[in-house]
């Protein structure tokens, strides 16, 4: 059973608009959370992340928000560009163990 | 330019075949990781090097093998390929010492195909 889950394999948004991206865990020890962003034909690249002493990290465009007593985090890209269109991953750690990926979630920032 | 090279870029390779992928990173971080991607599984962890001299399992270790003589490379090994292994690798590589030991930086992925 996966211990990180991203259930909507797709996203479409309208250029300009908010991107809701999100990501739900089942491990309670998980305590520190990442977003991946990947283009086709490239490796995954660092984009922001969060501990779980804190509830929301923003770093420009991008917020991450973490809701610990749901186990669930989003990640928000606002606004929204044509070269955020990528594949998206979430992923979790507890206590510097090895992180765990969720499945990820295609965006698609439509002009 | 720093970061993590892998070869070959894609490969075709025929069942009951060894295969080593490459890849070496001139960062110098410690820690160093193989993960490959399958289509709705995400990125799946195979083996692991805290450091140089050391390896570790991962969530899917079985029929592949690493090893980590020195800080910069971290080949992995298909000792006989089965087409079960088809998939996307990535190495990844961080710094376990440093403020972001927890970001990971990725080479740009092999391509296997096992027929």
């Not at chain 1, 797709?10 to 020890?29: A, F, P």
């Not at chain 2, 870029?9 to 009951?16: D, E, N, P, R």
Request: aromatic residues 12%; proline residues 5%; glycine residues 8%.
């Amino acid at each position: 059973d996966q211990q990180v889950k991203q259930n909507s394999p797709s996203l479409s948004v309208q250029e300009g608009r908010i991107s809701i991206l999100n990501c739900d865990y089942t491990n309670s020890m998980f305590d520190y959370f990442l977003w991946y962003k990947k283009y086709p034909a490239e490796g995954p690249t660092f984009l922001i992340s969060i501990s779980s002493i804190k509830d929301k990290n923003e770093d420009g465009r991008f917020t991450v928000f973490l809701n610990k007593s749901a186990k669930h985090l989003s990640l928000h890209i606002v606004p929204s560009q044509p070269g955020d269109s990528a594949v998206y991953f979430c992923a979790a750690s507890a206590r510097g163990q090895n992180f765990v990926f969720g499945p990820g979630t295609r965006l698609s920032v439509l002009p | 330019i720093a970061g993590i090279t892998q070869a070959p870029t894609s490969q075709i390779l025929a069942a009951g075949r060894r295969m080593t992928l490459r890849c070496t990173q001139d960062m110098r971080h410690n820690a160093m990781y193989w993960y490959r991607q399958d289509l709705g599984l995400g990125l799946r962890l195979i083996h692991y090097s805290n450091t140089a001299g050391t390896t570790g399992k991962g969530e899917v270790p079985d029929g592949y093998s690493v090893s980590r003589a020195n800080t910069d490379d971290f080949p992995l090994t298909l000792a006989s390929a089965v087409p079960s292994q088809t998939s996307v690798y990535f190495c990844a590589s961080s710094d376990l010492r440093g403020a972001k030991y927890n970001e990971q930086f990725f080479g740009p992925g092999t391509r296997l195909t096992v027929l």
